[in-house]
């Protein structure tokens, strides 16, 4: 297959996106024109030399970046832009339903009161839903380099919006904070009728997944590449038909990996793992949905049969609910045929 033909393609396949951290999608021409009109002073002098510095070495060396970027963000205004820039983006790439987070720590312990960060990215999503037709689900996640008891609060502050989010995450700094310090905070917010997920298994071992599995109980694994490490894990996500959202240009932005050309996902895929492809902090790491599966599918010379167990499983391991997951499916299938 010519790359413009896969690429055409790629455009073409309605998309799920299930892994995206909406401060992640903070590009640097909004991120200043914010800075400006909230008056924050910026590390950086211009947005090239702050594109410049996203070069990163693992993931610690870019939450550094990611959380000061997320430092210009203080009204419901700007969570708004944010979400609605992302929405607007990952539409033109035929995107018709994420499932997003965001990280209310890393706003809430700078003085920014939750209901500011909800409401703008709310009003969004609502938006979206209304004039680009991209339904959603929001995922409040953890930040896991912090205590348990702030995870708590966190909780006890979102529960007047209960309403409004789908399931809480666990992300920020892997290797040191296992999933097992999480114990409590996820009981409790599976009481609330959160759904759950965690990253798990990006940098940290593949115990790590178990841990999220079975002391957190989620419902699907973030990353997950470390997954083939272990032949029982492997049977287990498949009897259980646990989903991975992987995301490859992160690993490869963040040395998960050296080079597209070592990524497991095929692996993962043909084993029977229900895998996804994600983008996580597209802002950083170089491409959205197309870029993800287009770079991918160069690296890895995935066929078509590939692109559409991918997408369709984008569906599968998605909240919807049974009916419109059918009824995407189905178009994923009417569309490969289409192509044939
Ligand atoms: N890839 C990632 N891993 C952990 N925490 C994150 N927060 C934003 N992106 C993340
Ligand atoms: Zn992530």
Known sequence: MKLSELKNIIQGIPKTELHLHLEGSFEPELMFEIAKRNNIPLDYESVNALKKAYKFNNLQEFLDIYYLGAKVLIYEQDFFDLTWAYLTKVHSQNVVHVEVFFDPQTHTERGVPFNVVINGIKKALEKGKEELNISYKLIMSYLRHLSEDDAFKTLEEALPFKHWIDGVGLDSSEVGN???????????????????????????????????????????????????????????????KTALTLCPLSNLELKVIQNMEDHNIVEILDRGIVATINSDDPAYFGGYMNENYYETAKALKLNTTHLKQLAINGFEASWLPLEDKEKHILKVEQYFSSIQ
């Open 178 to 240: 296992p999933p097992s310090k999480f114990i409590n905070v996820f009981e409790a917010s599976a009481k609330q009728g959160f759904k759950l997920v965690a990253h798990a298994g990006e940098e940290g071992p593949v115990e790590y997944i178990w841990e999220a599995l079975d002391l957190l109980k989620i419902d699907r694994i973030d990353h997950g590449n470390r997954c083939l490490d272990d032949d029982k894990l492997v049977q287990k996500l498949i009897q259980d």
